[in-house]
T-cell receptor
């Protein structure tokens, strides 16, 4: 079975441009999480969904960030407009509702905003 | 305010020796703890976990110890191997399907 799939793996863009990151969770998983990893802050939770419904978006840094989950097999994280300080690795993770906590991570998207 | 802290950003250990990675937490309501391992250009992968009702869990070369009174857990790797070189994240969760809270990670280098 395929793991969590993220695309693109690398994204280089210029300040002010819109960026869309994509995630396909593991089939059957009820929860989907978006994280951002930076040297300074480590792995930060941005937002998570349960059964496609956003549960907690308090980690989203600014209104420039938005996330959607239109169906159980797809989610997007959008940054508009992007800024250099958004440069980081963005991870998507999923887990089944029966899990005690173990999450399965995708390979990440490395975003560079020039 | 960080609820899960890994105070050592890096650790170097010789091959064959024991690696001990430490993690402290502040929220006494956490009831499940996990360690993840991350290689460059990959996502974190689950390594081992422990419930708050236990004080030790072992899986092959990996053992996690939990000291609830000190709000401290540690990961022991014995013997350490060069393939163990990675970043290790400590994570914790509350009961009831809440997200994991991660520490900043410790980079382990196992030297041959």
């Amino acid at each position: 079975d395929a793991g969590v799939i993220q695309s693109p793996r690398h994204e280089v863009t210029e300040m002010g441009q819109e960026v869309t990151l994509r995630c396909k969770p593991i089939s059957g998983h009820d929860y989907l999480f978006w994280y951002r990893q930076t040297m300074m802050r480590g792995l930060e939770l941005l937002i998570y969904f349960n059964n496609n419904v956003p549960i907690d978006d308090s980690g989203m840094p600014e209104d420039r960030f938005s996330a959607k989950m239109p169906n159980a097999s797809f989610s997007t994280l959008k940054i508009q407009p992007s800024e250099p300080r958004d440069s980081a690795v963005y991870f998507c993770a999923s887990r089944p509702g029966t899990s005690l906590g173990e999450q399965f991570f995708g390979p990440g998207t490395r975003l560079t905003v020039l | 305010d960080q609820q899960v802290k890994q105070n050592s950003p890096s650790l170097s250990v010789q091959e064959g020796r024991i690696s001990i990675l430490n993690c402290d937490y502040t929220n006494s309501m956490f009831d499940y703890f996990l360690w993840y391992k991350k290689y460059p250009a990959e996502g974190p992968t689950f390594l081992i976990s422990i419930s708050s009702i236990k004080d030790k869990n072992e899986d092959g070369r990996f053992t996690v110890f939990l000291n609830k009174s000190a709000k401290h857990l540690s990961l022991h790797i014995v013997p350490s191997q060069p393939g163990d070189s990675a970043v290790y994240f400590c994570a914790a969760s509350l009961a009831g399907n809440t997200p994991l809270v991660f520490g900043k990670g410790t980079r382990l280098s196992v030297i041959a």
